[in-house]
């Protein structure tokens, strides 16, 4: 599978194969922080970051482990990069900016159990991507994230002004409308092939 | 709540109903709505999954008074990702065809919220016995929810169930079941049948106390 191009790598991650609705990763912050197209943007930027970064030391330590042999070792190494990328952008949102800060509140360093972002690192792995592929796929994913992200809550905004049954109100009503989402992004399928 | 009249049954039956990993407290979304496009695929990640839980409360719980506070998740990540390996490696060997259908999700029980909230909120303040009965518990509910999805969904977009057919060859099958959309809508669905439940409970209590 080498042998696919850059920009259908992106598309595919990004569009036809959306990371959240088609491959179901990072669901819980897309229940959780798509209430707010205010916060929707800036967790999507902050994962496509978490993203990139676990990208390049995900291909670094795959390398290393192919060297010493440990292929048991890759969940444990993944995971423990993962959560430092996560504590370095938390420090810089901190830093830089105190509000958006306080606005994203626990989904922050809930990062690191997003599964998108693991799901991206062993996916590039076990796809055998070169480094280039892999920057390139984890951008995709990234932007496939907070494209999604964004939708459901310009929806979700929207169906906060509109009169809806109690019951249904809630995880019941988002999980729907992700539905419909996800079968419209079917119709990606067989772009850039 | 009470810890020391609750019996460890109570402790038990509490993650199967009244507080249900996935219908009642919305975690652990991703394996749910990923692996149930059949019943084989979610009877293996719901044992999987509550084979993690269980080892990895018991060693959280072994090992409470000795984590020191603010390194505690990250070693209990450590302890679930372990198990993870070794749950992994273990599908694997016993059945190859499954662990290829259900891929990257076996090691992505990692980031399964369930079990770092389990661990967090019950195993790192009880004692050990308690820990596990809870993991059990919360483990059967789990199972219990991804076989509920993976029923619904492999009997109406496949027609069969467990690989068995169930409908005659006229059957004409619900594809979007299989597709990621119906997984979305099946646990949609789900979640307002248990909000009808719940609800519905209420209202009786209400009119009893009247």
Redesign the interface.
């Known amino acids: 599978m080498t042998g696919e191009s850059l920009s259908f790598i992106f598309i595919n991650a990004a569009l036809i194969n959306n990371f959240v609705?088609?491959?179901?990763?990072?669901?819980?912050p897309f229940?959780g922080v798509s209430g707010k197209l205010k916060t929707a943007g800036p967790m999507g930027a902050a994962v496509t970051f978490v993203m990139f970064i676990s990208s390049i030391f995900a291909y670094a330590i795959h390398q290393i482990l192919l060297i010493i042999e440990a292929p048991?070792l890759q969940?444990?190494s993944y995971?423990?990069v993962i959560?430092s990328a996560v504590q370095l952008v938390e420090m810089f949102i901190k830093k830089f900016s105190p509000v958006l800060y306080r606005a994203l509140g626990i989904y922050l360093p809930?990062i690191?159990?997003?599964?998108a972002i693991?799901?991206m690192a062993?996916?590039q792995t076990?796809r055998g991507y070169d480094f280039i592929q892999s920057l390139i796929f984890s951008l995709g994913a990234g932007a496939g994230f907070s494209l999604a992200l964004i939708i459901m809550a310009g929806i979700r905004e929207a169906l906060d002004l509109s009169d809806i049954p109690g019951?249904?109100k809630g995880?019941?009503?988002t999980?729907?409308v992700?539905?419909?989402l996800?079968?419209a992004f079917?119709g990606f399928a067989g772009l850039g092939g | 709540m009470k810890m020391e009249e609750t019996t460890s049954m109570d402790i038990l039956l509490k993650g199967i109903w009244k507080e249900n990993p996935v219908f009642v407290q919305v975690l652990g979304m991703c394996p749910v709505l990923a692996v149930t496009n059949s019943v084989i695929n979610s009877i293996v990640m719901g044992i999987a999954t509550t084979f993690v839980l269980v080892m990895s409360s018991f060693f959280v719980s072994l090992f409470r008074k000795l984590i020191p506070r603010q390194v505690r998740i990250a070693s209990y990540i450590m302890i679930i990702a372990t198990f993870v390996t070794v749950a992994e490696y273990i599908i694997q060997a016993v059945s190859l065809e499954v662990h290829k259908s259900l891929g990257a999700f076996i090691s992505l029980i990692v980031v399964n919220c369930i079990i770092l909230g389990r661990a967090e909120a019950f195993a790192s303040k009880h004692p050990v016995k308690e820990a596990v009965m809870d993991a059990l518990g919360m483990g059967a509910g789990f199972t219990f929810a991804v076989l509920s999805l993976g029923v619904v969904r492999e009997l109406l977009g496949n027609g069969t169930l467990a690989g068995i057919p169930i409908f005659g060859p006229g059957f004409e099958p619900w594809s979007i079941m299989i597709l990621p959309g119906g997984a979305f809508f099946v646990l949609g669905a789900w979640l307002l049948f248990f909000n009808w439940l719940r609800e519905r409970a209420k209202k009786q209590q209400e009119r009893v106390v009247v």
Request: charged share 0%; with cysteine; aromatic share 8%.
């Open positions: 609705l088609s491959s179901f990763l990072g669901i819980c229940l048991y969940l444990i995971i423990v959560a809930l690191t159990t997003n599964c693991l799901g062993l996916f076990n019951l249904v995880t019941a009503l999980l729907m992700a539905g419909i996800s079968m079917m």
